[in-house]
């Protein structure tokens, strides 16, 4: 099966930091894939590169066959790439509709000046970017709590919500970075519940995750970073045991220590 989404040799460097080096990863259509790694792994980056926000160093991204290294976020989204953000970034004064109304506007086609003249054209597109987003919600379970302010939400259902607004986009691939962060055990079950619902309605799913548990419960295909290089790959049973990856998250003197 060919890759959705193949990243070859992709180096991002900083001055003398090398935050991703020389990194190769297919991402397989249909699965749940993991990137993991101590802080400062160069996770964030990784999806920085792929969601066109950094243009790598050198490297090269291809995305369903076609080559998207150079291109801008807001044309990678257009692709059919989309992504949350490790950091929570709402709009905390507009409506939970509104907030996911901003992830399919990427979609609607009238323009500014259309928006502006509320042409028919930009009330239709109005009207389908409402009722893309109430359906979105629908799926993440919220479209009760539509007409409500995001800023009221706890916090599980606001990291819910940015999910539901990079869903609205219809991507093929979602990039959750570190979605279940924060969230107590109920909450995370939770994501992990609408994680497999998302795979289930055929979209590719790569996340970066920290909570060991969480990842080898919902993973397919787990890759290892360290000081911004691969260091594993495999299914999680295997990735999560291996002695270079398990050295990477405790330490050196900690493992001398143990054996
Ligand atoms: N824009 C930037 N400028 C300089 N250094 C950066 C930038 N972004 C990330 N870094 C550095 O790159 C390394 C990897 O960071 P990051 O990708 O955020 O790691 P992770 O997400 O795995 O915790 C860190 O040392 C970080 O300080
Ligand atoms: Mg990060």
Redesign the pocket.
Same mark, same amino acid.
Request: proline share 0%.
């Given at each position: 099966m060919a890759a959705l989404l193949k990243a070859s040799n992709i180096t991002m460097q900083?001055g003398g930091?090398k =935050?991703v080096d020389n990194v190769d990863m297919e991402i397989q259509p249909g699965e749940i894939h993991a990137l993991i790694?101590p802080?400062? =792994?160069?996770?964030?980056?990784f999806f920085n590169v792929v969601s066109g926000i950094y243009s790598p160093t050198s490297g090269s991204v291809i995305f369903d066959g076609e080559e998207i290294t150079k291109l801008k976020a807001y044309q990678v989204t257009a692709k059919g790439i989309t992504r949350t953000f490790q950091n929570i970034l709402l709009f905390e004064n507009m409506s939970i509709v509104e907030n996911v109304m901003v992830g399919g506007h990427t979609r609607t086609d009238s323009g500014l000046v259309g928006s502006l003249l509320r042409t028919g054209k930009s009330r239709r597109a109005e009207r389908e970017c409402y009722e893309n987003a109430m359906k979105t919600l629908a799926f993440v379970g919220m479209e009760e709590l539509a007409d409500q302010s995001a800023s009221g939400l706890p916090y599980g259902k606001k990291r819910i919500l940015e999910i539901a607004r990079a869903l609205a986009s219809h991507p093929k691939i979602i990039m959750l970075d570190e979605p279940a962060a924060g969230m107590n055990s109920t909450e995370s079950e939770e994501l992990s519940r609408i994680i497999f619902k998302i795979r289930d309605a055929g979209i590719t799913v790569l996340l970066?995750e920290h909570d060991m548990k969480f990842v080898a419960g919902i993973s397919d295909m787990v890759t290892v970073?360290d000081h911004g290089q691969k260091i594993c790959e495999g299914v999680p049973q295997m990735a999560l045991n291996g002695p270079r990856v398990i050295e990477a998250y405790l330490g050196k003197e900690e493992e001398e220590e143990e054996a």
């Open positions: 900083f930091l =935050a790694g802080n400062g =792994a160069g996770k964030t980056t970066v970073l």
